[in-house]
């Protein structure tokens, strides 16, 4: 890790030590009678990321399973309303989000994510923090075109009148997985379409 949050980490790292819980991970799963995994959705904004992971959430929560949905665009009004758009601050962005939806696997949640996560390397990261088989990298795909020409909240507008500043795909990269497990075209299928093939393809 690199820029301002480093040094904080090394300063406390040294003292603090890991205490070992009771209750493990495989107990809160086998009470909740499920398999917790994160299910991380990545693509542009207006691809269908919230629409999916909404929907996604519905129809777990429909077949009994106990979920929680981290969602861009309401994190960043609490736990990281201090960071913006910069890449540094969409790294540090991600890093959070993936400890906090590692814990909720701990509890032995489904726990569905829905940012733009544009760095490879950030959604390894947050990869490398579970178990193998634990989180199912989904890609939401649609072509710039297509999120501009739907632009529901406006900001590709803004972005273009240059109102908005480091948008992605725009003056701000996106880099699209090479390791998804799930891809899912938004551009070409409704949402029905693409809601069912996410949750076939999930195993949960
Ligand atoms: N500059 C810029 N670039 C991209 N998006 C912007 C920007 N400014 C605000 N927004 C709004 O913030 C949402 C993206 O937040 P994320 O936390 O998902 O971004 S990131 O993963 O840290 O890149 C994103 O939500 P979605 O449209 O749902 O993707 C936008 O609504
Ligand atoms: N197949 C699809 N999957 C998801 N959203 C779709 C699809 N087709 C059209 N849309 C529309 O595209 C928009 C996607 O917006 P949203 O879910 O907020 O995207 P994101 O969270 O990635 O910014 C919504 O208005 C949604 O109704």
Redesign the pocket.
């Known amino acids: 890790m690199s820029g301002p949050y480093q040094n904080r980490e090394n300063t406390s790292k040294a003292n603090v030590v890991w205490h070992q819980s009771s209750i493990t991970k495989a107990d809160r799963a086998k009470q909740k009678a499920q398999v917790p995994k994160c299910i991380w959705l990545t693509?542009?904004?207006?691809?269908?990321?919230?629409?999916?992971a909404n929907a996604l959430e519905v129809a777990l929560t429909a077949q009994g399973k106990h979920t929680y949905l981290l969602d861009g665009d309401n994190v960043r009004h609490g736990l990281n309303k201090n960071l913006g758009m910069s890449d540094e601050d969409r790294t540090e962005n991600i890093r959070r989000v993936s400890e906090v939806a590692k814990l909720m696997v701990d509890a032995g949640l489904v726990v569905v994510t829905?940012f733009i996560s544009p760095f490879r390397a950030d959604r390894d990261a947050a990869r490398a923090l579970f178990e193998d088989g634990e989180f199912v990298e989904v890609f939401?795909d649609a072509p710039l075109e297509k999120c501009e020409e739907?632009d529901?909240k406006g900001l590709y507008k803004k972005a273009r009148a240059g109102q908005i500043k480091e948008f992605t795909g725009i003056d701000s990269p996106y880099e699209a997985p090479d390791r998804a497990e799930v891809v899912i075209n938004?551009a070409d299928?409704?949402?029905e379409?693409?809601v069912k093939q996410l949750i076939a393809a999930i195993g949960v």
């Not at 693509?43 to 999916?52: H, Q, R, Y």
Request: glycine share 16%.
């Open positions: 693509g542009l904004s207006g691809s269908g990321k919230s629409t999916l829905a939401v739907r529901p938004t299928n409704d949402i379409a693409c």
